[in-house]
């Protein structure tokens, strides 16, 4: 079982009652996994905090793919409104050649060291897709790397992709842009990471944060979590995301009881990326509250 210090729970508190007024901590409502337009969300980072605020959260997390670039816009929007916007980063990382997700919390967002290697998965994420339009042109489905520069204002993902290839015919939506071109076992697929689950949990716990494997449980590609969990520990990870809009109450039950029999710290969010996932609501995974008393949250709170 998961103990947060108490230490750490009495700062919180006060941190709680100081900043987010006196509301205690278990009545909060958090999302600690959201997208911006920095990676492959539709919504700008200060339209994400006028949703955050609309939806009623107290504390949300900036988590895009590989990119800080929605942090600081963010945090800026939010001051004032009562919201709290807390830093994250959802690395890919390459696992046994198939990609994995991490997320990051709890890190020193002016670390140089973290910068630097994230501009370089950008330019890495810009490298893959070209390969991927290349494949594309390849099997009948070309698309202008221009169109998808422009759909993608941050770091480019396959969504940019699948939406040009709408917007060309060659799909009738963006899930038939996967499914037939661009998703794992399609023909067109690449997968993105280009550190291994050991250096990119490093360059976090290196910034001073700690990671949880994201969304383990995905209906269509559940990870074997005997074999993946054991490996991630060892290379540092600490978290495991349990609540996810993805993820049934087995699966979020099973995550549960994971993280307290082998003592990680647990998290959750939505996983938003604004319109362009529209069953995916920001603030609509409950998560519970006391997320906020374990692994890299406390001290993020109070410092960020
Ligand atoms: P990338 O990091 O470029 O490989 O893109 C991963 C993102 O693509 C995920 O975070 C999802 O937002 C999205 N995605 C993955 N699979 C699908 C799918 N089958 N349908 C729609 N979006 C997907
Ligand atoms: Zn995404
Ligand atoms: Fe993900
Ligand atoms: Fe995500």
């Excluded at 698309?143 to 759909?151: D, Y």
């Excluded at 941050?154 to 963006?174: F, K, N, T």
């Excluded at 003592?263 to 969010?269: A, D, E, I, M």
């Excluded at 604004?274 to 709170?301: I, M, N, R």
């Amino acid at each position: 079982m998961y103990t947060p210090s108490s230490q750490g729970q009495k700062e919180l508190r006060e941190y709680m009652r100081r900043e987010l007024g006196e509301r205690p901590p278990h009545g909060l409502r958090v999302d600690l996994h959201t997208h911006t337009t920095a990676s492959d969300g539709s919504l700008e980072p200060r339209d994400l905090v006028r949703a955050a605020l609309d939806a009623g959260l107290d504390v949300v997390a900036v988590t895009d793919h590989d990119t800080l670039a929605g942090v600081s816009p963010a945090t800026e929007a939010a001051v004032g409104s009562g919201l709290r916007v807390l830093p994250g980063v959802e690395l890919s990382a390459l696992y046994e050649g198939h990609s994995l997700h991490l997320l990051g919390y709890g890190f020193d967002v002016s670390s140089s060291q973290l910068g630097t290697r994230l501009r370089g998965l950008s330019m890495g994420r810009e490298e893959r897709a070209r390969a991927i339009l290349e494949l594309l042109a390849g099997i009948g489905a070309p698309i202008s790397w221009e169109r998808v520069a422009a759909l993608g204002q941050g770091a480019i993902g396959r969504p940019h992709i699948a939406r040009a290839l709408v917007e060309a015919g060659h799909a009738r939506d963006v899930a038939d842009a996967f499914d037939r071109f661009i998703g794992e076992g399609a023909p067109a697929y690449l997968p993105s990471g280009r550190m291994n689950v050991a250096e990119a949990i490093g360059l976090v716990r290196e910034a001073g944060g700690e990671v949880a494997l994201a969304h383990a449980l995905l209906p269509d590609r559940p990870l074997d979590l005997d074999v993946v969990l054991p490996t991630l520990r060892a290379a540092g990870l600490t978290g495991l995301e349990v609540y996810h809009s993805e993820h049934d109450a087995a699966a979020t039950r099973r995550l549960r009881r994971l993280a307290d029999e082998q003592g990680l710290w647990w998290s959750g969010g939505s996983d938003f990326h604004g319109p362009t996932k529209p069953d995916v609501h920001l603030g609509a995974v409950p998560v519970p509250p006391t997320v906020l008393e374990q692994g890299p949250f406390p001290s993020a709170l109070i410092s960020s």
